[in-house]
């Protein structure tokens, strides 16, 4: 297989057995059945290589959230390794619980017109001891509400047909999040892309996969992998997105875990806050805020934002707002991981891992928590009341999009 | 992305000059690879632990004019030196770092192998001595964690008996500390320290080490010791009735990695901007020779710009240079090396001889700009283990000269100097 060729010959000979990705792992820190970083990455590598009875299950306890990697200093890839490992010798054979978390696009469509019914259901108590009993999946957890309206249906009725007349043009890789659960998230997208004159194309997109890739469905994964590129390539644009997980798996998690090459495309992906950053830095576009707007948040880095090293775009963009009174939350992982959280036997860890942020956030008390990932926001407001709102929808808020229309105007 | 100054490591000299200039009202940000050297301290910072004739210098300063001209302590010069070093304490302070030592002499600390170094200011794990006496009595006992082979507790108090002392070796076994074992792997310096950071685990310990005290006035433990702050350094001090000492174990270094933590909290929130895991792989120059960007594997085509630039990549350690076969080289801005030309003379075969290869480092200028084909850059300085002329092991200078260049650097760059 190629992606054993691809991760093994080049890293796990790199570890200097420092164990500095220990120290930066927040599940070890909880969870004693887990075995490490260190351990279950390129330690236990040596072993597997030689016989596949080293394989050890409890490796479905890493929630990938890649701080040791950030952490590395000799850049091994712990995280890869620990996926490729359950990928090649994992046996467990993901089951419905597994199957339903992950379908995150296949479920919103069916959950969709439902939407009033799923959401009760899923919030009720009855549905919550079903899930639980039935599923694995915890009660005390609470289910993302499913819009009844998508974004795709507002976009083609709204905005389609105006997207010709801007002089650039972006493909917008949306995700399942904004489909199904946050179509505001889509529409400040669009709206603030307009204003600064930039066209809105949608492709044929597919799920990302990364709840697929954590719940050991692999070939889910490699197909739409493969059908992701294949659409990205067709669109010959940049691909902006809105998510920090979505974008992270598109650039890192194809060809690192996936083994699929996405070099001619790569560069090219990239968040919407590093997107326009770097317009502004090129003189191409202008931001005019609003002068009355007023607002006290909190910016939670997610993990896989602050492993693309990108949360300095993010931070950037906020800074230009006038009115915001901004807090840098400190690093650490809110605990959901994805659909790691969702589950039973991850509940107890999962909330033990975001306590120190869910006590800070208490301690700040802001008006909202802003944050680029969905899965973060699901956990933070379940686990703290308090309302997370993705950057865009805070920029969308904060602008005045008319004098950034007029002052856009080429 | 656009800041005042672009710092390429993260290390101590990055941190130290980081924290001078963004307090100093600089915007400023740090890009680092990896961590670094202060994950492998001893938890004591030397200066200058040896002169070139193989003395050990007592007043610091003045011993550094028997150092050659091309010494980055040379360039800081000794008026400013004495300054500096008198402002350290100080500034580890207000990063919230307790050290103590004299700042203008050397001390002495106590190594695993029972014998003791010079050493210049130590983190609180590190107990500081005038004198080679450890032990007044001359009764030591040695404690150490059943199943914790990173401190090889039989060698150190052979060590001690060797030079002269009565020495008791003990071995404390705790349920939390032996569920680690399930993994051998992970029984390391950090993860102990994380397991003993419980209030209940470490009251717990203590009581097991003041059950095994007899006579001894001295009590030897491993660095496994406070890992976010120094409490249970201070709880053990003040409840064994005797003298602590704790003593570096294997890597990674527990106090180190306190400190570096410390260090890079200051940093944040002084209003840095901490780039983690990101490589500084390409730089841009503009017509008259000047640093204009730098590029890093993160952030591909976005550029970082800055009016000033400090390479602080740590040298052949921290891959801030590279030996290829026939040459050594400064990958990011091509910068000239000091390094013999013949390969031969790099190292010497006998591992524990004088190594050349550890003094490589790149050419500056007086106010350690970096050279280029002979020509300085106007807008970028060279610090710590990366800058040459000196030989940090060898002399046991490695923090003085981060430290100092740090500091020399950032007053330079903001015009105080
Ligand atoms: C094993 C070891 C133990 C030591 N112990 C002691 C001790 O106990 N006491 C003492 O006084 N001195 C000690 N020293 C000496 C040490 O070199 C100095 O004390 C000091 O810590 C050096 O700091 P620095 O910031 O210059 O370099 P480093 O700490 O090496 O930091 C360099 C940093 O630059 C980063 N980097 C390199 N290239 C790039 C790039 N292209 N892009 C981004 N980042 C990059 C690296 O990842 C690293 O974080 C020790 C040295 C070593 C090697
Ligand atoms: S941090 Fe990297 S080098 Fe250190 S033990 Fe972990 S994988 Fe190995
Ligand atoms: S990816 Fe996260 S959970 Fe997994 S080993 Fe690394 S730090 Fe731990």
């Given at each position: 297989?190629i ?6 010959s ?5 570890c ?5 990705c220990?120290e930066f792992?927040?599940?070890?820190e909880?969870n004693?059945l887990?075995p490490?970083?260190k351990?279950?990455g390129p330690?236990?590598?040596r072993?597997?290589?030689k ?8 490796l479905k306890?890493c ?6 990697e950030?952490?590395c200093?000799s850049?091994?890839?712990?995280a890869d ?6 990928m090649?010798y ?5 089951h419905l619980r597994e ?12 959950a969709r ?9 899923a919030g009720?108590?009855?549905g919550?001891?079903v ?6 999946i915890d009660h ?9 309206h ?8 709204e905005k389609a047909?105006?997207q010709d007349?801007f002089?650039?043009?972006v ?5 399942c ?10 529409k ?9 004159g930039v066209g809105?194309?949608l492709?044929d997109e597919?799920?990302c996969?990364?709840a ?5 469905m692999?070939?889910?994964?490699r197909?739409?992998a493969i ?12 691909v ?7 974008t992270?798996?598109l650039?890192?998690e ?8 996405n ?8 968040i919407v806050?590093?997107f326009?950053s770097d317009?502004l830095?090129e003189?191409d576009i202008?931001?005019?805020?609003r002068p ?5 948040v909190a910016?939670h880095?997610?993990?896989?934002m602050e492993?693309?090293g990108?949360s300095?775009f993010?931070?950037r963009l906020?800074e230009?707002?006038p ?6 939350l ?11 959280g969702?589950?039973k036997?991850?509940y107890q860890?999962?909330q033990?891992?975001g306590q120190?942020?869910?006590d ?6 802001p008006?909202?928590?802003v944050?680029?990932c969905?899965t973060?926001?699901w956990q933070?407001?379940?686990s703290?009341?308090?309302k997370v709102?993705n ?17 856009n105007?080429? | 992305m656009?800041?005042?100054v672009?710092i ?8 130290v000059?980081g924290i001078?200039?963004?307090r100093?009202?600089k915007?400023v940000l740090l890009?680092?690879?990896?961590q670094n050297a202060?994950?492998?301290?001893s ?9 070139p004739?193989?003395s050990?210098?007592d ?9 050659p001209?091309?010494h ?5 010069g000794?008026?400013?030196?004495r300054e500096?070093a ?9 990063a919230?770092?307790l ?6 002499h050397n001390?002495?600390?106590?190594t695993a192998?029972g ?5 210049w200011l130590a983190?609180?794990?590190?107990t500081?001595?005038?004198s080679?006496?450890?032990?007044s ?7 150490t964690?059943k199943?914790f082979?990173?401190?090889n507790a039989?060698?150190v108090?052979?060590a ?5 002392y ?11 500390i ?8 992970e029984?390391?310096s ?6 003993l950071e419980g209030?209940h685990?470490l ?8 059950g095994k005290l ?6 030897v433990?491993?660095?496994v010791?406070?890992?976010k702050?120094?409490s249970?350094l201070?709880a053990?001090r003040?409840?064994i009735p005797a ?7 294997m890597i990674?270094?527990v106090?180190g990695?306190r400190?570096?933590m410390s260090?890079k ?9 901490f780039?983690p895991?990101d490589t ?10 000047s640093?204009?960007a ?11 710009e ?6 602080a990549s740590g040298?052949l350690?921290?891959k801030?240079l590279d030996a290829?076969y ?5 990958p990011l801005?091509?910068?000239?090396v ?5 390969r031969k003379q790099?190292y010497d075969?006998d591992?524990?001889?004088r190594?050349?290869?550890t003094?490589?480092?790149v ?6 700009r970096a050279?280029?084909g002979g020509k300085?850059?106007p807008n970028?300085r060279?610090i ?6 000196a ?7 490695g ?9 020399m650097?950032?007053?330079s760059?903001?015009g105080?100097i």
């Amino acid at each position: 297989m190629i992606h054993n060729e691809h991760i093994r010959s080049s890293n796990f000979e790199e570890c200097i057995k420092c164990t500095i990705c220990t120290e930066f792992c927040p599940v070890i820190e909880v969870n004693p059945l887990f075995p490490g970083p260190k351990q279950a990455g390129p330690d236990g590598e040596r072993f597997r290589l030689k016989n596949s009875f080293f394989f050890d299950e409890n490796l479905k306890y890493c929630m990938n959230c890649k701080r040791c990697e950030t952490a590395c200093p000799s850049g091994v890839k712990i995280a890869d390794i620990i996926h490729s490992a359950r990928m090649d010798y994992g046996t467990v054979i993901p089951h419905l619980r597994e199957r339903i978390l992950a379908g995150t696009d296949v479920m919103g469509t069916l959950a969709r017109p439902f939407a009033p019914i799923v959401n009760a259901v899923a919030g009720s108590k009855a549905g919550k001891t079903v899930m639980d009993k039935v599923l694995g999946i915890d009660h005390r957890r609470s289910f993302p509400k499913y819009a009844g309206h998508g974004f795709i249906g507002w976009f083609k009725k709204e905005k389609a047909s105006i997207q010709d007349s801007f002089p650039s043009q972006v493909a917008f890789f949306h995700g399942c999040s904004v489909e199904y659960q946050h179509p505001e998230v889509g529409k400040a997208f669009v709206e603030v892309l307009n204003a600064v004159g930039v066209g809105v194309r949608l492709m044929d997109e597919k799920c990302c996969g990364v709840a697929m890739i954590s719940n050991a469905m692999w070939p889910q994964a490699r197909r739409n992998a493969i059908h992701n590129l294949k659409e990205f390539r067709k669109a010959g644009l940049p691909v902006v997105t809105t998510s920090s997980t979505c974008t992270l798996t598109l650039r890192d998690e194809y060809p690192n875990i996936l083994a699929l090459r996405n070099d001619d495309v790569r560069e090219d992906i990239v968040i919407v806050e590093k997107f326009l950053s770097d317009m502004l830095d090129e003189g191409d576009i202008k931001l005019v805020f609003r002068p009355d707007y007023k607002a006290k948040v909190a910016y939670h880095v997610p993990c896989h934002m602050e492993k693309l090293g990108w949360s300095i775009f993010t931070r950037r963009l906020l800074e230009m707002v006038p009115g915001l009174e901004l807090t840098v939350l400190d690093p650490g992982c809110c605990g959901i991981a994805g659909t790691y959280g969702f589950k039973k036997e991850n509940y107890q860890y999962a909330q033990a891992i975001g306590q120190p942020l869910f006590d800070e956030i208490r301690a700040e008390d802001p008006e909202y928590v802003v944050s680029e990932c969905e899965t973060c926001k699901w956990q933070i407001e379940m686990s703290t009341g308090y309302k997370v709102v993705n950057p865009i929808v805070l920029l969308y808020e904060a602008l005045d999009l008319d004098k950034t229309r007029e002052a856009n105007m080429r | 992305m656009r800041y005042d100054v672009v710092i390429i490591g993260g290390g101590l000299s990055a941190l130290v000059c980081g924290i001078r200039l963004q307090r100093s009202g600089k915007s400023v940000l740090l890009v680092s690879s990896g961590q670094n050297a202060m994950h492998f301290s001893s938890g004591s910072f030397g200066f200058l632990g040896r002169l070139p004739d193989g003395s050990v210098p007592d007043g610091l300063i003045d011993a550094v004019q028997a150092l050659p001209e091309s010494h980055p302590y040379r360039k800081v010069g000794t008026d400013r030196l004495r300054e500096y070093a008198g402002q350290t304490i100080g500034f580890f302070e207000s990063a919230g770092i307790l050290l103590h030592g004299d700042p203008l002499h050397n001390s002495l600390r106590l190594t695993a192998s029972g014998a003791t170094k010079p050493a210049w200011l130590a983190m609180e794990d590190v107990t500081l001595f005038l004198s080679g006496e450890v032990s007044s009595s001359g009764k030591v006992l040695v404690v150490t964690l059943k199943g914790f082979t990173d401190f090889n507790a039989p060698f150190v108090a052979s060590a001690f008996s060797r030079m002269g002392y009565t020495c008791r070796l003990e071995e404390v076994e705790m349920e939390e500390i032996a569920s680690l074992r399930k993994n051998p792997t992970e029984m390391r310096s950090v993860n102990i320290a994380r397991a003993l950071e419980g209030q209940h685990v470490l009251d717990r310990f203590i009581s097991c080490v003041r059950g095994k005290l007899k006579d001894e006035d001295t009590v030897v433990l491993p660095q496994v010791f406070g890992l976010k702050d120094t409490s249970p350094l201070a709880a053990i001090r003040s409840r064994i009735p005797a003298h602590v000492h704790f003593i570096g174990t294997m890597i990674p270094s527990v106090p180190g990695i306190r400190t570096q933590m410390s260090l890079k909290s200051a940093f944040l929130s002084a209003g840095g901007t901490f780039l983690p895991g990101d490589t500084a792989v390409r730089a841009g120059f503009d017509g008259s020779g000047s640093v204009a960007a730098v590029f890093t594997s993160n952030l591909g085509k976005t550029p970082l710009e800055a009016g000033e630039f400090i390479l602080a990549s740590g040298g052949l350690w921290g891959k801030g240079l590279d030996a290829k076969y026939d040459a050594v080289i400064e990958p990011l801005f091509s910068l000239d090396v000091d390094y013999p030309g013949e390969r031969k003379q790099w190292y010497d075969p006998d591992f524990f001889a004088r190594q050349s290869f550890t003094g490589f480092g790149v050419v500056t200028d007086d106010a350690f700009r970096a050279v280029k084909g002979g020509k300085t850059v106007p807008n970028l300085r060279v610090i710590g283990a990366e800058c040459g002329g000196a030989n940090p092991l060898e002399e046991g200078s490695g923090a003085g000269i981060a430290i100092m260049s740090a500091f020399m650097a950032a007053d330079s760059i903001l015009g105080s100097i």
